[in-house]
Every structure is written in structure tokens, then in C-alpha cells.
């Protein structure tokens, strides 16, 4: 454990005593083998911000329960050390009590929300605390016009998009006046624009007085809060605990997401290596000539979902052999694309050619031996009592020869490196871990020998290490010939398509290779598109075609280009990250 | 009585934020599987695979789970295709008794629910049938309610329905519990 | 697919009642139609409760569909019901009924009371579906859980069907995924599967996900109501609800009519089934 000394890792001298102290906290699950947490302490107090990061299982999300009190009130394990908001145990509090000074915005704040409309949802809390009709209806006006939401009052929750959701989240909590915020990656699904809202709404309770935990693994966009510490756990334990940049000096990159300029840095001042490409050979490579045939081309496409308008005319050539990225904001229609391409949404005007003859005439099931679509969420589709039933489903509808069958399943499962798992094809999908099923539903759709992966926002639920690792599993894939994916994840589209279609109120503003389609700052931005450091990097030093370079390979090369780390790029990278 | 069952009688009644919403969900999905498997609203007279969600309600999550699934659920998918959430209310609470009949299984069928996996679905099937058997007998309100005769509405409507639901149940509880209980597992709490 | 209420009533004079008044006019009304067997009696409930539902305002042409189907299902029930019991109703009045003919087949005599009793009961059945039709246009979807609660439901249970109309967005979203993910496995759910067993069978691929997926992702819910002191204590419904003067009106009004229903079951004929002279003349040739 490294713990910073001096006077920036010390919390500023306070006379308030902490709203909430951590003493040596361990916990185990009831049904674990591990603790998640060892030994882990942490004091928070009036005005502070403190930022908690961490890679996926790191034990953030058991910090956040041990503090708003979760544990011990509502899951079983075993609990050593203490946790004290203000000053009495939390195990001799009442959740309704710790409710009080604890609020906590959780991480999918689709599932937070309660209320079927954006006055329900705001007057939860406080209904549930007995206060009067009056007094709710009063702070509903205030918090909607702190929290900057009066333009969604009377609307329905369910209509709201993934920012809108996570701003209302945070309105709710607002409403319940806790003078401690406890909030779970707010940063997962927001757009720029929203993001900078939030974090303007965060910073302006610290100055208030409230005091601010945000969990998250961006550490990039977080640092704009200015947190004044940071906790950075890695499996249960406490890597660091103090200032900002002590912490940036410790912290691993592959597990969490860093500025540029701090990953460029480390890797000047670490001995020079030469520019280790990791891992095989990408299976998928490189765009493919421009005269080659599309693999699948839309001329002029239009679409609608329940009367809207989502598709305006699209027109784009997909490659057989390329990697694809369609970037842009939320109801651009990125999804729907595909989503026409399979045939599971009918297009209202324009043609889809699939190797050059119209799909029309052909069912989804047809078009998913030629494109493996895989959704977004794995356990959706998952029902089978094993996953050999599971992957046999798809052939088995389509009535392939049963002669294939067991080759068909050791060869999905060996492609996506399931086989490792003993007895896997007798094991139940459903109790699967996220990432084991992730694989599966890619599993199940090479079982129909696509050529071309389509991979539905591929980072959802995972964190930057895993969401890269699963990436660079896919691409390695033998036998897959083209892949198509729509993200929201900037740095993860560029850093792994050769191309990119930017999508934007139903139409393509841009394609072409990563470096060409962010040229254009203001098109960017207008997508509602983040800036991030590394892809400033990649402006400035990286190949000019291509996919870019991710942050660890780009540091390196500049490293080993310029081995002087005081005129080298650690200065003027972090020269781009301001 | 023993301590133990004087714990799982209480436990049995127990109304939770994690009862209200597990009641609130198979509600929902009951409403929701009903109007997609079936556009004929208010008639209950056909097959019904979503039917199953009812006693496996009750049965992996308990009666009063189970009786809000069934009448809250069949309210709902009166609502949303347009007969009204109250106009077959007696529906409704048949509906509702078979969810409920469905989570008192720890009272009648204690060795099948305390068993293994597969004890356990056996077990849902039979609480399922039984609980069927049981709660559409108050279906036969609608002698008093629409004054149709008793051979009728044993003719027309409680048969009919009974087997169809009893399939449902019958194969689909078995599997529902089969592929939640390594779910359940995991949630770990 | 579009599985959600439709709010269509929104806005009429019916919609801006208490929610209260909809909900219990349903049940006063169905307990007077319960006590009466005279179809003229029978038939002017009926006036009264397409009255009511017109000031719902709810646009026809958007229920048209819903109107067919209590037509052929009214229709099916109250037909079978003569054919196969033959009007064997305690409300059937005494004595020997007046035979028009037998029914080929099974044999039901078919009777000029049998006849009325089957055109008593569909206007029955038709009233109280009439009466029943705005609960679901003309009611705020968000406004049935502060309802219940008023009539005297338990909060809990009050607010679970608030969150049971939360979930029918998302849910419906994710069992329409699910259909989505399967026909990409070559699957067509909604494709015609005709036998009891074969349908039952074929409905697993999409049921046991969207099940098991909506209940695993009900802990964060559970949290999110738990750590918001959910169901500690007494608690206030932001919404309130007071009736007014015509709110008062309606109740007294269909209060008034259970009233004179009961009193003219023991008082008079109301509960007696009426069968027209005519149809007696017919039988009697």
C-alpha cells in the first residue's frame, strides 16, 4: 500500500468532523471464497471530493455499499473493521437513518429509477420519509432547476435518453438533501455536454459543503472535477491513498482510463522497450482496396421506428474485409442500421445489398449466416440448459446436418477461447459470469460461419481493460473476415477500425479512416462527440491511416523515438491534454 | 410449532422492497407476455404460455408475490388491451389465488421444495397444478356476476382455460426454475 | 409492438375526475347490473353507461378494434350459454317455458325465455364492459397507485403498481430484444405454431430469457428503493387527490342507483327475467 505524504494527500485541516470514516474495512460475501475488500480506510469530510478508482472487481461497488450501508442491511457476509457516518456505526444505524447523510447515485441509473414520471421519480425519496405533499412539491422546483432537468418535468422516465436518465438520477438523490454523495460511474453512457453537467453539478455541492465519493475508472474525464484525493483500489486492497498526482504517478493504465499525457510520461521516464505489439496477429486486416466489392452497401436507406423518422437516407459501403465503426449520438440511428441490414427492422425507402444483390427477399435468419450480429446485452437470448443446446439452437432452427454438429461446437467455443473452461458445453449459460457470456454470444453467432461480426455497442457493462481485451479477442478470431461495430466508445472505435461511418440525425456526416474523420473539430463536436487526450495524441503523432495507436503503444513509440524525457513528448503531450 | 417453522411462516408473509418489486416485475411481464401472445382482451380462453409466469411467481418468490403477479398482471393485460383493469376483477382474483396457492408450496410440498434443483421444478409443477386446479375455481363467480350457468361456465370457460394453463405450467415451471436458480446463486446476498 | 395504456380519454371531463370515482362507479355499477333481470330495465343501464363513457371522449376510431372483440366475445359466451344450458339460470321465472324449438344436435329446447335471458345477459354483459372501457382510456396510468392507496390498499402494495406501470416500458423493450436476438437464431416466435403442446414448447426461447433477465436485474431497483427508505414509515403521496362537487355527483348518482336496484328486487320485478309477449305468442303458435 502506498500512501502519500504531504500536504496535498492530507485532507485540508478541518474543525467538521467526517460525515463518514472507513476503519480497516474487510468484507466477504456469504456465498465467496474471497473478501472483496481487505484492510481498506478511507475518511471523507464536509467539502471534500474524493475520487475512487479502480479496474472491474477492484471492490468499489463493496466500498459504496459498506458506506451507504448496504452492507451490512441488506446483503450477508462477514464484515471486519467499521464504518461510522457521523460518527456512530453503520451496523447500529438504520438504512432509513444512514439514508439521511448518505445518498447514492448508482451506476445503471435505469435501473435506480422507480418512477413512471419525472415528478415520481423526484418525490420518492422524500414521500417515502413521511414529508409533507407541500415541502416535496417546493424542493421538486428547486432541485429541477439546480440539477438544470425543468425541461423534463411532466415527462415520462421511460421516454428519457441515457444522459437525460442519469441527470434525473441524481436529481432524485438530490431531493433527499444527504450530506454526503456517493455517486457509481456517472460517466458510463453520457455524452460530453452531459458529462460536463453533472461534473459542474458535483463541484458545486463540494463548494457548498456536501461532500462527494464518485467511483470511477475514467480517471481522464473525472480529474475535472478536481478531486482533492484519490482511493485507488485494485483487487480489494488500497493501491493509493492522497493527492491527485501522486496518484497519477502510481497508477496503471491498463486499469484504469488516463490523460495521454500521463500515460506518455510514465512511459519516457520507464526503461525504453522496443515497440512490443501484443498479442497475435489481428485476424481481421486492413481496409480493403477501394475498388473492392462492399460486402454490404446501403443506397439511400430510410427507416422509421413508431412513426419516426431514424433513418434519412443513408448511403455506405462496408467492406469485406475492414473494420467498421459507426460513431455518433444517441438516436442517430447507428443501431437501426444494422438492425435494417439483418432485416429486423423493414426499410421504408432506398436498398440494401448484401455482396452486391438486394436482401429483400431474404429472412434474418439467412442474412445472420453471412453477418454474426451480436447485441448488446449476452443473457438476453440465453435459455438453453447447456451451452452445446445453446449453440446448436441456431443451426438446428436452420436445419443443418446434425452429422456437423459436434465439430460446429468445438469450433465456436475453441474461436472464442470457451473451450478453456472445463466441462463447458454441459454448463448452464445463464450461470455464466458476464464476461464468459460475452464470449458465448459471440460464440453463438460464428456457430452460423458468418464471415463478418456486427458487434452491438461491444464496451457496454465492461470496464476500459476488459472492453480492450474483448476487442482484441474478437479481432483475433480466425476465419473472421470483416467486423462492424457501433460504440459510443471514442477512444475504442478509433484505436481499432480502419474506418468510420459518423452518424448524425440519421444520416452519414463522414467516413473514412479515423485520422480524416476527426479533422473536423466542429463536425466532432456537433455529434456530441468527446475529445479525448489520446486521440489529440493520435492527431499529432500518430499513423496517418489506420487504426490509431492505443495510449500504451503510442507512448512507448514517442519513448523510443525520443529517449530524452525533457525535450521528448511527455512535455508537449501534456501540452495537448490543456 | 417448531422455531423453524415459525421462521418460514413469517418469512412466507414478509413484505419487502424486494417483494414489491418481484411482484411489481412479474406483473409487468404477465401484462406484457399476455398482450403479445394474445390480442383477444379480456377473453382468457385460449393457450397461454405466459400463464406459467404466475405460479413460478409464486412459487420461487412466494404468495403474496404470486398473487400480485397473477391479479395486478391479468388487471394490467385487461388495461393495456383496452377491456379495463376492472371489468373482469373476478378474473383477476383467480388469477391472483394461483400465484398465491403456488407460494404456500413450502407448506404442503416441504420435501420437494427443500430437495435438489430437480426436486425443486418437479415441485413448481405440481404447487403450479394444484394451484390451477384451485384458483380458476372462482371463475364460477361469473355465475352470480354475468348470471351464465354453472355447465356453461365449467363448459366454456374453467375447462378450457384450466388445461391450457395446466400445459403452460406443467412444462414451462420446470424450466423457469431450472434456469433462474444458478441466477439466484449468483446474486449472492 | 406497442405494449403500453393508452391514456386516450386524456383531457375530458371523465379524465379529470378523481381517479377514485372511475374505479368505484365500475363496482357500483356492476352490483346493481347483477341484481336486475328485466332487459327494459336491463337496456336503460345501458343508456346510462354509454352516457358515461361518452364523456370519456375517447376517440373511436382508435378502439374500434377493442369494441369487435367484446362483441364476438359477448356474443360467443351468451350463445353457448343458451345452446348448451339452455337458460337453466335461477333467474329464470317458475313454470313451463314456452318452446319454440329444439336445437338439432344437442337437443337444448330453445324458448322464449331462453331467447330473452340471452339478450338480457349480452346487454348485461355489454353494460358493465361499457362502464368498465374508461378505466382504461381514462385514467392516468401514473395516478392508479395514489388511487388504490386512497381506497384503501396497503402503501406498499399501492405503490407496487406504480412500479408495475414503471416497468412496462423496459420490459416490454427487453422481451422485444429477445425476440429480436432469437429470430436471428433463425427462430420466428410469432410464427404459427398450432398445436396446445408445440406453441407452449416454442415459447421458451423467448419467455425464459426475458424472465430470468428481468429478475436478476431487479437488484439495483431493490437498492435504489431500500437506500431511499422505501416501506420504513408512514408515507405521503406527492399527488393528492380531493373530490369535487361533480365528482360527488357521479358517486351519489350511481350510489343512488344500487340503491333502487336492491329496493326493487324486494319491492318489485327488477330481478324477474321479462320475456316479450310476442315470443311467447310465437312458441304458442
Given at each position: 500500500?502506498?500512501?502519500?505524504?504531504?500536504?496535498?494527500?492530507?485532507?485540508?485541516?478541518?474543525?467538521?468532523?467526517?460525515?463518514?470514516?472507513?476503519?480497516?474495512?474487510?468484507?466477504?460475501?456469504?456465498?465467496?471464497?474471497?473478501?472483496?475488500?481487505?484492510?481498506?480506510?478511507?475518511?471523507?469530510?464536509?467539502?471534500?471530493?474524493?475520487?475512487?478508482?479502480?479496474?472491474?472487481?477492484?471492490?468499489?461497488?463493496?466500498?459504496?455499499?459498506?458506506?451507504?450501508?448496504?452492507?451490512?442491511?441488506?446483503?450477508?457476509?462477514?464484515?471486519?473493521?467499521?464504518?461510522?457516518?457521523?460518527?456512530?456505526?453503520?451496523?447500529?444505524?438504520?438504512?432509513?437513518?444512514?439514508a439521511?447523510?448518505?445518498?447514492?447515485?448508482?451506476?445503471?441509473?435505469?435501473?435506480?429509477i422507480?418512477?413512471?414520471?419525472?415528478e415520481?421519480?423526484?418525490?420518492?425519496?422524500?414521500?417515502?420519509?413521511?414529508?409533507?405533499?407541500?415541502?416535496?412539491?417546493?424542493r421538486?422546483?428547486?432541485?429541477?432547476?439546480?440539477?438544470?432537468?425543468?425541461?423534463?418535468?411532466?415527462?415520462?422516465?421511460?421516454?428519457?435518453?441515457?444522459?437525460?436518465?442519469?441527470?434525473?438520477?441524481?436529481?432524485?438523490?438530490?431531493?433527499?438533501?444527504?450530506?454526503?454523495?456517493?455517486?457509481?460511474?456517472?460517466?458510463?453512457?453520457?455524452?460530453?455536454?452531459?458529462?460536463?453537467?453533472?461534473?459542474?453539478?458535483?463541484?458545486?455541492?463540494?463548494?457548498?459543503?456536501?461532500?462527494?465519493?464518485?467511483?470511477?475508472?475514467?480517471?481522464?474525464?473525472?480529474l475535472?472535477?478536481?478531486?482533492?484525493?484519490?482511493?485507488?483500489?485494485?483487487?480489494?486492497?488500497?493501491?493509493?491513498?492522497?493527492?491527485?498526482?501522486?496518484?497519477?504517478?502510481?497508477?496503471?493504465?491498463s486499469?484504469?482510463?488516463?490523460?495521454?499525457?500521463?500515460?506518455?510520461?510514465?512511459?519516457?521516464?520507464?526503461?525504453?522497450?522496443?515497440?512490443?505489439?501484443?498479442?497475435?496477429?489481428?485476424?481481421?486486416?486492413?481496409?480493403?482496396?477501394?475498388?473492392?466489392?462492399?460486402?454490404?452497401?446501403?443506397?439511400?436507406?430510410?427507416?422509421?421506428?413508431?412513426?419516426?423518422?431514424?433513418?434519412?437516407?443513408?448511403?455506405?459501403?462496408?467492406?469485406?474485409?475492414e473494420?467498421?465503426?459507426?460513431?455518433?449520438?444517441?438516436?442517430?440511428?447507428?443501431?437501426t442500421?444494422?438492425?435494417?441490414?439483418?432485416?429486423?427492422?423493414?426499410?421504408?425507402?432506398?436498398?440494401?445489398?448484401?455482396?452486391?444483390?438486394?436482401?429483400?427477399?431474404?429472412?434474418?435468419?439467412?442474412?445472420?449466416?453471412?453477418?454474426?450480429?451480436?447485441?448488446?446485452?449476452?443473457?438476453?437470448?440465453?435459455?438453453?440448459?447447456?451451452?452445446?443446446?445453446?449453440?446448436?439452437?441456431?443451426?438446428?432452427?436452420?436445419?443443418?446436418?446434425?452429422?456437423?454438429?459436434?465439430?460446429?461446437?468445438?469450433?465456436?467455443?475453441?474461436?472464442?477461447?470457451?473451450?478453456?473452461?472445463?466441462?463447458?458445453?454441459?454448463?448452464?449459460?445463464?450461470?455464466?459470469?458476464?464476461?464468459?457470456?460475452?464470449r458465448?454470444?459471440?460464440?453463438?453467432?460464428?456457430?452460423?460461419?458468418?464471415?463478418?461480426?456486427?458487434?452491438?455497442?461491444?464496451?457496454?457493462?465492461?470496464?476500459?481493460?476488459?472492453?480492450?481485451?474483448?476487442?482484441?479477442?474478437?479481432?483475433?478470431?480466425?476465419?473472421?473476415?470483416?467486423?462492424?461495430?457501433?460504440?459510443?466508445?471514442v477512444?475504442?472505435?478509433?484505436?481499432?477500425?480502419?474506418?468510420?461511418?459518423?452518424?448524425?440525425?440519421?444520416?452519414?456526416?463522414?467516413?473514412?479512416?479515423?485520422?480524416?474523420?476527426?479533422?473536423?473539430?466542429?463536425?466532432?463536436?456537433?455529434?456530441?462527440?468527446?475529445?479525448?487526450?489520446?486521440?489529440?495524441?493520435?492527431?499529432?503523432?500518430?499513423?496517418?491511416?489506420?487504426?490509431?495507436?492505443?495510449?500504451?503503444?503510442?507512448?512507448?513509440?514517442?519513448?523510443?523515438?525520443?529517449?530524452?524525457?525533457?525535450?521528448?513528448?511527455?512535455?508537449?503531450?501534456?501540452?495537448?491534454?490543456? | 410449532?417448531?422455531?423453524?417453522?415459525?421462521?418460514?411462516?413469517?418469512?412466507l408473509?414478509?413484505?419487502?422492497?424486494?417483494?414489491?418489486?418481484?411482484?411489481?416485475?412479474?406483473?409487468?411481464?404477465?401484462?406484457?407476455?399476455?398482450?403479445?401472445?394474445?390480442?383477444?382482451?379480456?377473453?382468457?380462453?385460449?393457450?397461454?404460455?405466459?400463464?406459467?409466469?404466475?405460479?413460478?411467481?409464486?412459487?420461487?418468490?412466494?404468495?403474496?408475490?404470486?398473487?400480485?403477479?397473477?391479479f395486478?398482471?391479468?388487471?394490467?393485460?385487461?388495461?393495456?388491451?383496452?377491456?379495463?383493469?376492472?371489468?373482469?376483477?373476478?378474473?383477476?382474483?383467480?388469477?391472483?389465488?394461483?400465484?398465491?396457492?403456488?407460494?404456500?408450496?413450502?407448506?404442503?410440498?416441504?420435501?420437494?421444495?427443500?430437495?435438489?434443483?430437480?426436486?425443486?421444478?418437479?415441485?413448481?409443477?405440481?404447487?403450479?397444478?394444484?394451484?390451477?386446479?384451485?384458483g380458476?375455481?372462482?371463475?364460477?363467480?361469473?355465475?352470480?356476476?354475468?348470471?351464465?350457468d354453472?355447465?356453461?361456465i365449467?363448459?366454456?370457460?374453467?375447462?378450457?382455460?384450466?388445461?391450457?394453463?395446466?400445459?403452460?405450467?406443467?412444462?414451462?415451471?420446470?424450466?423457469?426454475?431450472?434456469?433462474?436458480?444458478?441466477?439466484?446463486?449468483?446474486?449472492?446476498? | 409492438?406497442?405494449?403500453?395504456?393508452?391514456?386516450?380519454?386524456?383531457?375530458s371531463?371523465?379524465?379529470?375526475?378523481?381517479?377514485?370515482?372511475?374505479?368505484?362507479?365500475?363496482?357500483?355499477?356492476?352490483?346493481?347490473?347483477?341484481?336486475?333481470?328485466?332487459?327494459?330495465?336491463?337496456?336503460?343501464?345501458?343508456?346510462?353507461s354509454?352516457?358515461?363513457?361518452?364523456?370519456?371522449?375517447?376517440?373511436?376510431?382508435?378502439?374500434?378494434?377493442?369494441?369487435?372483440?367484446?362483441?364476438?366475445?359477448?356474443?360467443?359466451?351468451?350463445?353457448?350459454?343458451?345452446?348448451?344450458?339452455?337458460?337453466?339460470v335461477?333467474?329464470?321465472?317458475?313454470?313451463?317455458?314456452?318452446?319454440?324449438?329444439?336445437?338439432?344436435?344437442?337437443?337444448?329446447p330453445?324458448?322464449?325465455?331462453?331467447?330473452?335471458?340471452?339478450?338480457?345477459?349480452?346487454?348485461?354483459?355489454?353494460?358493465?364492459?361499457?362502464?368498465?372501457?374508461?378505466?382504461?382510456?381514462?385514467?392516468?396510468?401514473?395516478?392508479?397507485?395514489?388511487a388504490?392507496r386512497?381506497?384503501?390498499?396497503?402503501?406498499?402494495?399501492?405503490?407496487?403498481?406504480?412500479?408495475?406501470f414503471?416497468?412496462?416500458p423496459?420490459?416490454?423493450?427487453?422481451?422485444?430484444?429477445?425476440?429480436?436476438?432469437?429470430?436471428?437464431?433463425?427462430?420466428?416466435?410469432s410464427?404459427?405454431?398450432?398445436?396446445?403442446?408445440?406453441?407452449?414448447?416454442?415459447?421458451?426461447?423467448?419467455?425464459?430469457?426475458?424472465?430470468?433477465?428481468?429478475?436478476?436485474?431487479?437488484?439495483?431497483?431493490?437498492?435504489?428503493?431500500?437506500?431511499?427508505?422505501?416501506?420504513t414509515?408512514?408515507?405521503?403521496?406527492?399527488?393528492?387527490?380531493?373530490?369535487?362537487?361533480?365528482?360527488?355527483?357521479?358517486?351519489?348518482?350511481?350510489?343512488?342507483?344500487?340503491?333502487?336496484?336492491?329496493?326493487?328486487?324486494?319491492?318489485?320485478?327488477?330481478?324477474?327475467?321479462?320475456?316479450p309477449?310476442?315470443?311467447?305468442?310465437?312458441?304458442?303458435?
Open positions: 500500500m502506498v500512501v502519500a505524504s504531504g500536504a496535498s494527500g492530507e485532507p485540508r485541516p478541518e474543525t467538521a468532523p467526517p460525515l463518514v470514516e472507513v476503519e480497516h474495512l474487510s468484507y466477504r460475501y456469504r456465498r465467496a471464497a474471497e473478501p472483496a475488500i481487505r484492510d481498506v480506510s478511507l475518511a471523507v469530510h464536509p467539502g471534500e471530493v474524493v475520487l475512487v478508482a479502480g479496474p472491474s472487481g477492484c471492490g468499489k461497488s463493496t466500498l459504496i455499499r459498506a458506506i451507504n450501508g448496504l452492507i451490512p442491511h441488506a446483503y450477508s457476509g462477514e464484515l471486519a473493521g467499521a464504518v461510522l457516518v457521523e460518527g456512530r456505526l453503520t451496523t447500529e444505524l438504520k438504512l432509513r437513518d444512514i439521511r447523510t448518505v445518498g447514492t447515485v448508482l451506476q445503471d441509473p435505469a435501473k435506480q422507480v418512477g413512471s414520471m419525472v415520481s421519480e423526484l418525490a420518492f425519496g422524500p414521500e417515502n420519509f413521511g414529508v409533507p405533499r407541500e415541502e416535496i412539491a417546493e421538486i422546483r428547486e432541485v429541477a432547476s439546480q440539477a438544470g432537468i425543468e425541461a423534463l418535468l411532466g415527462r415520462e422516465t421511460a421516454a428519457l435518453s441515457g444522459g437525460e436518465r442519469q441527470l434525473l438520477a441524481m436529481a432524485a438523490i438530490l431531493m433527499m438533501r444527504p450530506r454526503l454523495f456517493v455517486v457509481d460511474e456517472p460517466l458510463a453512457n453520457l455524452d460530453p455536454a452531459t458529462a460536463e453537467r453533472l461534473l459542474t453539478l458535483l463541484r458545486a455541492l463540494a463548494d457548498e459543503g456536501s461532500a462527494i465519493v464518485i467511483v470511477e475508472h475514467r480517471v481522464e474525464e473525472a475535472a472535477l478536481a478531486p482533492d484525493r484519490v482511493l485507488y483500489l485494485d483487487e480489494g486492497r488500497t493501491r493509493y491513498l492522497g493527492s491527485v498526482d501522486g496518484f497519477l504517478d502510481v497508477a496503471d493504465p486499469a484504469v482510463r488516463l490523460p495521454f499525457a500521463v500515460v506518455a510520461k510514465r512511459a519516457a521516464m520507464a526503461p525504453a522497450e522496443p515497440d512490443s505489439s501484443r498479442g497475435a496477429e489481428p485476424a481481421v486486416k486492413g481496409p480493403a482496396p477501394a475498388d473492392a466489392a462492399p460486402r454490404l452497401e446501403f443506397r439511400g436507406v430510410t427507416a422509421a421506428i413508431g412513426g419516426t423518422q431514424i433513418l434519412r437516407g443513408v448511403d455506405a459501403r462496408l467492406g469485406p474485409a473494420v467498421v465503426a459507426v460513431l455518433g449520438p444517441n438516436g442517430s440511428g447507428k443501431t442500421l444494422f438492425r435494417t441490414a439483418m432485416r429486423l427492422l423493414d426499410i421504408t425507402g432506398g436498398s440494401i445489398l448484401v455482396d452486391g444483390v438486394s436482401h429483400a427477399g431474404r429472412r434474418t435468419a439467412e442474412l445472420a449466416t453471412e453477418f454474426g450480429y451480436v447485441f448488446q446485452s449476452p443473457s438476453q437470448m440465453l435459455f438453453a440448459r447447456t451451452v452445446e443446446d445453446e449453440l446448436l439452437f441456431g443451426p438446428r432452427n436452420l436445419g443443418r446436418d446434425p452429422a456437423t454438429f459436434d465439430e460446429l461446437v468445438a469450433d465456436s467455443l475453441r474461436r472464442t477461447a470457451l473451450h478453456e473452461l472445463d466441462d463447458i458445453r454441459s454448463r448452464p449459460p445463464l450461470a455464466l459470469s458476464f464476461g464468459q457470456q460475452k458465448l454470444a459471440l460464440a453463438i453467432a460464428l456457430a452460423l460461419r458468418p464471415e463478418t461480426l456486427i458487434l452491438d455497442e461491444p464496451s457496454a457493462g465492461q470496464d476500459h481493460r476488459t472492453a480492450e481485451a474483448f476487442m482484441r479477442e474478437v479481432l483475433a478470431i480466425p476465419g473472421l473476415r470483416s467486423l462492424y461495430l457501433v460504440t459510443h466508445d477512444d475504442l472505435a478509433l484505436t481499432h477500425a480502419d474506418r468510420i461511418l459518423l452518424f448524425r440525425e440519421g444520416r452519414v456526416v463522414a467516413d473514412g479512416p479515423p485520422k480524416v474523420v476527426i479533422a473536423d473539430t466542429a463536425r466532432w463536436t456537433a455529434c456530441n462527440l468527446r475529445s479525448t487526450s489520446l486521440m489529440e495524441a493520435n492527431k499529432a503523432w500518430g499513423p496517418a491511416a489506420g487504426p490509431f495507436l492505443d495510449a500504451d503503444t503510442l507512448a512507448r513509440r514517442l519513448a523510443a523515438q525520443r529517449p530524452t524525457a525533457r525535450s521528448g513528448p511527455g512535455r508537449e503531450a501534456e501540452g495537448v491534454d490543456c | 410449532m417448531s422455531a423453524i417453522s415459525m421462521d418460514r411462516r413469517n418469512n408473509w414478509e413484505v419487502t422492497s424486494r417483494t414489491i418489486v418481484y411482484a411489481a416485475i412479474g406483473a409487468a411481464l404477465y401484462g406484457i407476455l399476455l398482450v403479445a401472445q394474445l390480442p383477444i382482451p379480456g377473453s382468457t380462453v385460449s393457450v397461454r404460455p405466459a400463464f406459467a409466469i404466475v405460479p413460478f411467481f409464486g412459487y420461487a418468490f412466494g404468495p403474496i408475490v404470486g398473487f400480485f403477479t397473477g395486478v398482471g391479468n388487471a394490467i393485460g385487461d388495461q393495456i388491451s383496452g377491456w379495463g383493469a376492472l371489468t373482469s376483477w373476478n378474473w383477476s382474483i383467480a388469477n391472483g389465488l394461483v400465484g398465491l396457492i403456488a407460494g404456500l408450496a413450502p407448506l404442503y410440498l416441504q420435501r420437494w421444495v427443500n430437495g435438489s434443483t430437480r426436486d425443486r421444478a418437479i415441485g413448481g409443477a405440481i404447487a403450479g397444478v394444484i394451484a390451477v386446479l384451485i380458476f375455481l372462482f371463475v364460477f363467480t361469473d355465475n352470480i356476476l354475468q348470471g351464465l354453472i355447465a356453461t365449467f363448459s366454456t370457460l374453467y375447462v378450457p382455460v384450466v388445461v391450457g394453463d395446466l400445459i403452460g405450467t406443467i412444462i414451462l415451471v420446470p424450466i423457469l426454475v431450472y434456469a433462474w436458480e444458478p441466477v439466484k446463486a449468483q446474486l449472492g446476498r | 409492438m406497442n405494449i403500453a395504456p393508452r391514456y386516450l380519454g386524456r383531457g371531463w371523465l379524465a379529470r375526475r378523481d381517479p377514485r370515482v372511475l374505479i368505484l362507479v365500475v363496482f357500483f355499477f356492476i352490483f346493481t347490473v347483477l341484481q336486475i333481470w328485466d332487459a327494459r330495465l336491463v337496456f336503460g343501464l345501458l343508456i346510462i354509454v352516457i358515461y363513457y361518452r364523456t370519456a371522449a375517447i376517440p373511436w376510431a382508435q378502439i374500434r378494434r377493442n369494441w369487435t372483440v367484446v362483441f364476438l366475445f359477448i356474443g360467443m359466451l351468451v350463445t353457448v350459454n343458451m345452446l348448451v344450458a339452455g337458460g337453466n335461477e333467474a329464470m321465472p317458475e313454470g313451463e317455458p314456452d318452446v319454440l324449438f329444439y336445437f338439432p344436435l344437442l337437443g337444448t330453445i324458448s322464449a325465455q331462453s331467447v330473452s335471458l340471452a339478450v338480457t345477459q349480452f346487454l348485461r354483459y355489454l353494460a358493465m364492459a361499457t362502464i368498465g372501457f374508461p378505466v382504461a382510456f381514462a385514467i392516468a396510468p401514473s395516478d392508479f397507485g395514489v388504490f386512497r381506497l384503501g390498499v396497503p402503501e406498499k402494495f399501492a405503490f407496487g403498481i406504480d412500479l408495475t414503471r416497468f412496462l423496459s420490459l416490454s423493450a427487453d422481451f422485444q430484444s429477445t425476440v429480436d436476438a432469437q429470430r436471428i437464431r433463425g427462430f420466428d416466435w410464427a404459427g405454431a398450432t398445436g396446445f403442446l408445440t406453441r407452449v414448447r416454442r415459447s421458451t426461447p423467448v419467455i425464459v430469457p426475458t424472465v430470468v433477465n428481468a429478475i436478476a436485474g431487479a437488484e439495483d431497483t431493490i437498492d435504489a428503493m431500500d437506500l431511499r427508505g422505501f416501506g414509515g408512514r408515507r405521503t403521496w406527492l399527488r393528492l387527490l380531493v373530490y369535487d362537487r361533480e365528482d360527488w355527483l357521479v358517486l351519489g348518482f350511481f350510489v343512488a342507483l344500487l340503491v333502487a336496484a336492491t329496493l326493487g328486487g324486494f319491492l318489485g320485478t327488477s330481478d324477474e327475467l321479462w320475456t309477449q310476442f315470443l311467447i305468442d310465437i312458441a304458442q303458435g
